[in-house]
């Protein structure tokens, strides 16, 4: 169709037109995804119109020419302008953008439009746009000029927004070895405090031993006078030396003498102490009903039992202890798993 001594094509890739004295024909821009037949130009009045199946576009002011690709003229981040756009790193998660497409000739047709990080065009207010609570990373902004139906080609504008300082890997490196120290520190202080603990009890431990030796010698002693005496003297020597035998086995024997106790005490004893002393899961299971047993065989069953106990604890790589006394009849059985 000829108009305005230009001739008008409508195809299935847009429109073209070709210029009075021009030798060749320029897509009308905005038109080359719409596909137009035979009869979609029309001429109003003086405006000439193009119908696609979507769309109808007036052709009387859309030159041949293309529009300018809009210019990023200024960028503003951390308080300072920017005229220059490369390695764009922003400190704070906020940015002004000033565009411009240099047409100052009926500027007031054409429109901004933007698309951030692909997330769909926008339309702008104005030649610029202000963006505020960015998250840190990465962004790409394109920018584009739109004038009834017709775009631009695209400007890009790239530039990251820092993490904070707490964030970053540095710091959480940090934190890391800031853990890692107080949990040391800690281990450390609790080892202490226990061993500090253990170190009083052996104190304790070797003070009631010196005391229970100077008993032990001085019933010693008094057993020896008593015995260069009369038979009552004697029997009075005799019964010193037992109690001095008494004091004496627990400091011979250590921790497997049984001393004064009953039996069954001293285990539960045992298997509290143990239970202190380590993370084993411990089973101890007595029983021997109300028989009393002969004192010296208690005291050799106990003498048995602790070493079976100590010896797992220290040496064994077991995860479970379990121990049973039993009578069986007339006999005594002793088993440690």
Known sequence: MEFNDNLYLATNNGVHILERGADHTKLVPGTKAHSFTIGSLKVLGDKLYAASSDFIFELTTAPSVDLYAPKVTSVTLDGKTYLEFTELVSQHPAIEITISDYNFVDQHVNSFEANINDTGWQKLLAAGMQLSNLKPGGYDILFRVENKGRYSNVTSLTFNVAAPWYSTPLAISVYAALVFILVIAISVYIYIWVQSFHKVFRNNQRQYQKEDLSDAVLKVAEAKKLCSGDDITISEGVDKLDQALLILEPLA????????????????????????????DLDFNISIGETQLKKQLEKDIYSVTYHCVDNSLKHSKATQLSLSISKQQESNSCHDF
Request: aromatic letters at 4%; proline letters at 0%; one cysteine or more.
């Open 253 to 280: 024997r250590g921790h497997a003498a049984l001393g004064k106790e009953k039996l069954s005490v001293a285990i539960s004893m045992l298997q509290a102490h143990c239970s202190y002393m380590s993370d084993m």
